[in-house]
T-cell receptor, first 107, second 114 residues
Framework: LAKTTQPISMDSYEGQEVNITCSHN???????ITWYQQFPSQGPRFIIQ???TKVTNEVASLFIPADRKSSTLSLPRVSLSDTAVYYC????????FGAGTRLTVKP | KAGVTQTPRYLIKTRGQQVTLSCSPI?????VSWYQQTPGQGLQFLFE???????NKGNFPGRFSGRQFSNSRSEMNVSTLELGDSALYLC?????????????FGPGTRLTVL
């Protein structure tokens, strides 16, 4: 499973766009990139998944450059309810979550 | 379709006891994974089961064990409980279609060891 590196924490304000970048230098050819969101005392929830270029859904966008050694989760116009921990995972099989990025959205 | 369910939701035990936690995956899902989450260690992978076979195992002592039944339901057992076993135990299921899969997590079981 490819090792991932992402910031430990980030702060933002309501209405701003938030970009969280994840580095995964040893991503394998067949690996997909998946992001999860976790609120306190709940299980992680799938947000978005991609292989290359850009993926967008009703919640977020995922930008993946051509070399796929990093990816950026973009949350448009965040609200207080987006305060959570965001995890970046690469590959499949046994899932190992890192520490994630703790996003705090302030009013 | 019902989500992943875990029982019980809360549990209080004392040191030295054992505990069994249960997980019912989403209907049709064949893979079940277990995680332990503590404030200090974050979300740590325990083990993964697929078609009643343990496919992957994390770095936990032998006191932690699990199994999966033919209907994909899974149980995990922790024997000789220690204070450090206090945690949120999460179960996740996935479809295993051969394409990149998504894990769906249950609400967790909050275990407190006194």
């Amino acid at each position: 499973l490819a090792k991932t590196t992402q910031p430990i924490s980030m702060d933002s304000y309501e209405g701003q766009e938030v970009n969280i970048t994840c580095s995964h230098n040893n991503i394998a050819t067949n690996d997909y990139i998946t992001w999860y969101q976790q609120f306190p005392s709940q299980g992680p929830r799938f947000i978005i998944q991609g292989y290359k270029t850009k993926v967008t859904n009703e919640v977020a966008s995922l930008f993946i450059p051509a070399d796929r050694k990093s990816s950026t989760l973009s949350l448009p116009r965040v609200s207080l309810s987006d305060t959570a921990v965001y995890y970046c995972l690469v590959g499949e099989g046994a899932m190992r979550f890192g520490a994630g990025t703790r996003l705090t959205v302030k009013p | 379709k019902a989500g992943v369910t875990q029982t019980p939701r809360y549990l209080i035990k004392t040191r030295g006891q054992q505990v069994t936690l249960s997980c019912s995956p989403i209907s049709g899902h064949r893979s079940v994974s277990w995680y332990q989450q503590t404030p200090g260690q974050g979300l740590q992978f325990l083990f993964e089961y697929f078609s009643e076979t343990q496919r992957n195992k994390g770095n936990f002592p032998g006191r932690f064990s699990g199994r999966q039944f033919s209907n994909s339901r899974s149980e995990m057992n922790v024997s000789t409980l220690e204070l450090g076993d206090s945690a949120l135990y999460l179960c996740a299921s996935s479809l295993e279609t051969g394409v990149p899969d998504t894990q769906y997590f249950g609400p967790g079981t909050r275990l407190t060891v006194l």
